[in-house]
């Protein structure tokens, strides 16, 4: 089945195909963000450890693609909320054009949508390394799961100061928990 290549934006220059500031723009309202890779929290999880969570990649027109569960890549709507960091990619670092972006993105989702879900191995990070492999970006067909925690670390922007707090003050508020019992508990 090929996928729903979105419409050509109009503000793309059309001499020469190069992508605009609008191609490229975030738009967090709607959701949409185009050559990005895209991070939300899992409850509990990111509470102890903030670094790990949901992570998704997102088509040249923002359209978010996350490997949901088994069997299951989800469309625009991500497993465990809306993205609350993102971090653009630079679609001049890949070998691929526009439709090719898309066509990783799409190929790594068919993919995956015939594997079984594993939180240790194979994950929504895996589905995010196998369309940037696919696509050599970087140069690099070396994507894995820690260099993108890693890298979404580094480089991830929130999408608020309310994503945010979101993602650390869970995890705060535990560790004030367990300093508080810590010190209560000591003889």
């Not at 140069?139 to 820690?146: F, L």
């Not at 929130?158 to 707090?165: D, F, N, P, R, V």
Request: aromatic share 12%; proline share 7%.
């Amino acid at each position: 089945m090929e996928p729903d290549w979105p419409e050509p934006s109009p503000s793309a220059d059309m001499e020469t195909g190069k992508l605009t500031k609008q191609d490229l723009a975030i738009d967090t309202r709607r959701h949409r963000y185009p050559f990005c890779i895209v991070w939300t929290p899992i409850p509990c999880l990111t509470w102890l450890f903030p670094f790990i969570g949901h992570m998704g990649i997102c088509t040249s027109g923002g359209v978010i693609r996350d490997f949901a569960g088994p069997y299951f890549v989800s469309e625009d709507n991500m497993g465990f909320g809306n993205p609350t960091k993102y971090w653009q990619l630079d679609p001049g670092s890949s070998d691929s054009d526009r439709r090719e972006w898309d066509n990783a993105v799409h190929q790594a989702s068919e993919t995956y949508k015939g594997r079984m879900h594993n939180l240790l191995c194979d994950n929504c990070h895996s589905h995010v390394a196998l369309a940037l492999n696919l696509q050599m970006y970087d140069g690099s067909t070396h994507w894995n799961m820690v260099k993108l925690a890693l890298y979404m670390m580094i480089y991830g922007k929130y999408t608020s100061w309310g994503s945010a707090a979101k993602t650390w003050v869970p995890f705060l508020l535990c560790v004030g928990v367990i300093l508080a019992v810590a010190f209560l508990v000591r003889p």
